[in-house]
């Protein structure tokens, strides 16, 4: 059943499906591993704000092979991650699928460094499907597949030294102003042999943000492929597809 895992260095199974009024799973203990062993976590059936299908602010966090799916999605708070790592160190993120509709599939903030997020599917309709916030730095995003109307993978406010590669990034319905890959106020960030495709207004977009690395994207379908704003010492290499209706290349100094 949902509730707090609180047995350090355990590894806690699914056996079934889980239903929950709220937050399905709470790690309060380093070192546990949660395997839902592709079993499904309906999660927030409520609807209430900031609850999630699995929460943690543990070091050594790993949650893997899990169904998180939004149990209610009528309540249009942005406040109900699927999955929550918050201010928690060294969490590996492996081989799940998080359906969302109104808030983040996954979220990572305040801190939490090294966190890895690997192969894993994730659908959101109206945030950011995988979100790096607030000095949550040094995190590795590798072969994930991002459906989005609004923005793929977002790394913003401090999200320094984040390595995103081998990443596949597909826009949904071509909401206005949304992106595949947007970069804000994070430098040092290393984007490698990624994938954008379908409706979005910016392919890659990189904003206040210095030192960041682009090799080998490969963009087709939105309005400007790759876009730099106001950021100094981006370098762009190999990047030898770029196709968009208006902009392959957008540089913006002031």
């Known amino acids: 059943e949902c509730g707090e895992l609180s047995v350090p260095n355990k590894i806690y199974t699914m056996s079934a499906d889980l239903s929950s009024a709220g937050t399905c799973f709470n ?67 492996m081989n799940n699928y998080v359906n969302i509709t109104n808030s983040h599939g996954i979220d990572v903030r305040e801190s939490a460094y090294y966190t890895r997020i690997i192969n894993n599917t994730v659908v959101s309709y109206t945030g950011p499907a995988i979100y790096i916030y607030s000095n949550a730095m040094y995190s590795t995003l590798r072969d994930n597949t991002v459906f989005s109307n609004t923005t793929g993978i977002y790394t913003y406010n401090g999200a320094h030294n984040t390595t995103i590669i081998n990443n596949t990034v597909s826009g949904i319905s071509g909401t206005s102003g949304s992106r595949a890959i947007y970069v804000v106020g994070s430098h040092y960030n290393y984007l490698d042999n990624n994938t954008i495709n379908g409706l979005f207004s910016y392919g890659v977009l990189v904003y206040g943000s210095n030192d960041v690395n682009i090799f080998r994207v490969n963009i087709s379908g939105p309005d400007d492929a790759l876009s730099v704003w106001r950021a100094n010492n981006t370098f762009v290499k190999d990047c030898t597809y770029l196709n968009a209706s208006d902009y392959a290349v957008y540089v913006l100094s002031e």
């Not at 543990?58 to 309540?75: A, E, Y």
């Open 27 to 93: 790690i309060t203990a380093e070192n546990v591993t949660l395997d839902c062993d592709n079993h499904r976590i309906n999660y927030s059936t409520s609807g209430t704000n900031y609850t999630h299908g699995v929460y943690t602010n543990q070091f050594n966090s790993t949650i893997k092979n899990c169904n998180v799916v939004d149990g209610n999605i009528s309540n249009p708070s942005n406040n109900k991650h699927g999955i929550y790592v918050y201010d928690g160190d060294n969490s590996t993120l």
